[in-house]
Each structure stands twice: as C-alpha cells, then as structure tokens.
C-alpha cells in the first residue's frame, strides 16, 4: 500500500491524476491540498472536492493553499488550455461533495498527515510547488517522514507557457529552485518531454467512456483540453501530464529516470521558469572545477504504450 498526498490545482489532468489515486486500490489516499496554477486557488480548490465527490471520497481531508507565488505574481492562469473554470467548463456538473474543507491550510495539513504517518509518504505535486517549497522550508524536521516527491514540472526541451519553461515550474521558480534543488529528498521530476509522448488517442478515451459513468465524466471534462492540443500538436491527441507522473508515483519504476543535477531560472528575462538539467559526466563536471549539486530522478523515457495501458487499467478497475 502506498501512503500518498496530492498537491494539485485542477486542471483536467489533475482530474485524471485524482482519478487514478481514487482508482487504485494499492493507494491509500491520506490528503489532498491545492494550490493556484491553471485558474484561481478558489477554483482549483472546489474542483478538487468535486472531483473527490464524483469518486465517493468524502473520508479524504482537503485543505487549500497557496494563491500566489512566493516572490513575484502570477502573470496569467491557463484558461485557455483548461477552460475558464479548469474543467472545459463542467465542474458545475460534478456532484458536490458533502464533506467541506479541513479547518486548517495546505501546508499544516500536509505536516500533520507526514507526523501521524506510520510510514514514509509520497507526495505528488502536479501544480506549481509553492505549498511544497513552505513545507520544506517550515518544517524541516518532516523530511524523513517523505519516502519520494514525485513531481509533474519541467521541460528539457522546449516548453509550453514559453520557449524555455513548462507551466507549473514558470509559475513560481523560486518555490520550485527551492524543491528542485535545495533540498534532500528524494525526488522524481516528470517533464513534459516525456508526458506528451504519453499523449491518450481518441480510441482510448472511448474505451474510457465507455467503462461506466466515472469514465463518461472524465471524458466529457477534456472538450476544451483536446481541442487545444488538438492546436497546439497538429493532432488529436490528449496529454495527461499529471497522471503520467500518478502512475509513476502509484507504480515505482513504470516511468525510466536518469538522475540528474538540476538548476531552475529565476530570472526576470526569457528564460525565467526553465528547469536546466546538467547531462554532462561527472569526470566533465570535475574538470570545469564543478562537483555538480543534489540530483534529481528526471523521467525521461518508458514503455509509452505500458504507460496507457496502466492508466486505463486503474481507471477502469
């Protein structure tokens, strides 16, 4: 069984994330916390509790966070990739769930779950770190409770809010320098040179809503998703980068890492919010007078068609 948290800001990939840890039998779902990124903390906040409604989950704690970066504002949500209230414009259509929010915030939440755990947790952020970036900072003594972070973040190879930078890492760099890093734990980071090649085909998602009234919804909440990658690939096809990072966090090993130093952007020009990875030798390294720092697992390859097939698998019990 695998102890995990979700820190999240729904986004219809975050959807198929939370759906996944709902899905999974070998999960036990602790908590989720949420965070601003694709729309408003507010919104992203009453997603979460729907989408954990629409799964039966009202024993799971909910508890909001961060609206805003660490240092600088966030200059625009992704509205025009996941509709104007993160879920193509459905959320209204998702049941409400009769259990409210935790009467506390996302990072006291998050360090009251990691101190009451009898075993390490895993925490998946698939939103911008923020609220991971203060838990780490404000409780360090909680480090040893966390077995792995498995991130959704990054780009190695062009990126998709800006030429350099992947959406959740450009929408606070500092908190995500500070995760990526500064600190110890371990750590995989999943791009999305890797999640777009995990892009679902229309087959699959029919083969998804085919399996219930669960599967339905989850399709239904990606018309305004699909149709901008339907844009932004040249093709239709549907990238759900944060499940591809659940199942690596639910499925030890399902993605192939290399583990690498990282650096990340924090720049005010254009190359604010890019994650650079240092691929050299450790032997080069050595001879520029580097060491090179802490280093991150970072997903770059998988059995692309294994990847779906799990995703459906746990999606359709």
């Given at each position: 069984?695998?102890a995990?948290?979700?820190?999240?800001?729904?986004?219809?990939?975050?959807?198929?994330?939370?759906?996944?840890?709902?899905?999974?039998?070998?999960?036990?779902?602790?908590?989720?916390?949420?965070?601003f990124?694709?729309?408003?903390?507010?919104?992203?906040?009453?997603?979460?509790?729907?989408l954990?409604?629409?799964?039966?989950?009202?024993?799971?704690?909910?508890?909001?966070g961060?609206?805003?970066?660490l240092v600088?504002?966030?200059?625009?949500?992704?509205?025009?990739?996941?509709?104007?209230?993160?879920?193509?414009?459905?959320?209204?259509?998702?049941?409400?769930?009769?259990?409210?929010?935790?009467?506390?915030?996302?990072?006291?939440?998050l360090?009251?779950?990691?101190?009451?755990?009898?075993?390490?947790?895993?925490?998946?952020?698939?939103?911008?770190?923020?609220?991971?970036?203060?838990l780490?900072?404000?409780?360090?003594?909680?480090?040893?409770?966390?077995?792995?972070?498995?991130?959704?973040?990054g780009?190695?190879?062009?990126?998709?809010?800006?030429?350099?930078?992947?959406?959740?890492?450009?929408?606070?760099?500092?908190?995500?320098r500070?995760?990526?890093t500064?600190?110890?734990?371990?750590?995989?980071?999943?791009?999305?040179?890797?999640?777009?090649?995990c892009?679902?085909?229309q087959?699959?998602?029919?083969?998804?809503?085919?399996?219930?009234?669960?599967?339905?919804?989850?399709?239904?909440?990606?018309?305004?998703?699909?149709?901008?990658?339907?844009?932004?690939?040249?093709?239709?096809?549907?990238?759900?980068h944060?499940?591809?990072?659940?199942?690596?966090?639910?499925?030890?090993?399902?993605?192939?890492?290399?583990?690498?130093?990282?650096?990340?952007?924090?720049g005010q020009?254009?190359?604010?919010g890019?994650?650079?990875?240092?691929?050299?030798?450790?032997?080069a390294?050595?001879?520029?007078?580097?060491?090179?720092?802490?280093?991150?697992?970072?997903?770059?390859?998988?059995?692309?068609?294994g990847?779906?097939?799990?995703?459906?698998?746990?999606?359709?019990?």
């Amino acid at each position: 069984m695998t102890a995990l948290i979700i820190d999240t800001d729904p986004g219809v990939d975050d959807a198929f994330a939370i759906a996944l840890a709902c899905s999974s039998p070998e999960v036990d779902l602790l908590g989720v916390t949420t965070v601003f990124g694709n729309v408003g903390l507010a919104m992203t906040t009453r997603n979460a509790l729907r989408l954990l409604a629409l799964y039966g989950r009202e024993d799971v704690p909910v508890a909001a966070g961060a609206d805003r970066p660490l240092v600088f504002p966030h200059p625009h949500r992704a509205r025009y990739v996941h509709g104007e209230d993160g879920l193509s414009g459905l959320s209204d259509s998702l049941p409400a769930r009769a259990t409210g929010l935790a009467s506390t915030d996302a990072v006291s939440l998050l360090a009251a779950l990691l101190d009451r755990a009898a075993e390490p947790v895993t925490i998946v952020p698939i939103g911008p770190l923020t609220n991971i970036a203060l838990l780490l900072a404000v409780h360090p003594s909680l480090t040893g409770k966390i077995a792995r972070i498995v991130i959704m973040g990054g780009a190695m190879a062009g990126g998709n809010v800006t030429a350099g930078a992947e959406f959740n890492i450009w929408s606070d760099p500092e908190a995500a320098r500070r995760v990526l890093t500064e600190e110890e734990v371990p750590t995989v980071l999943v791009p999305m040179d890797l999640t777009v090649r995990c892009a679902v085909d229309q087959a699959w998602l029919d083969r998804l809503a085919a399996s219930g009234e669960r599967g339905r919804t989850l399709v239904d909440l990606t018309a305004v998703y699909r149709a901008h990658y339907r844009k932004s690939l040249g093709r239709d096809g549907t990238v759900l980068h944060d499940a591809v990072a659940m199942a690596e966090a639910i499925s030890p090993g399902i993605l192939k890492t290399t583990p690498l130093p990282l650096e990340v952007e924090c720049g005010q020009g254009p190359g604010r919010g890019m994650v650079i990875a240092d691929r050299r030798t450790t032997a080069a390294r050595e001879a520029s007078g580097e060491r090179g720092g802490r280093r991150v697992d970072v997903a770059l390859d998988a059995d692309l068609d294994g990847v779906r097939e799990h995703m459906i698998t746990q999606l359709i019990g």
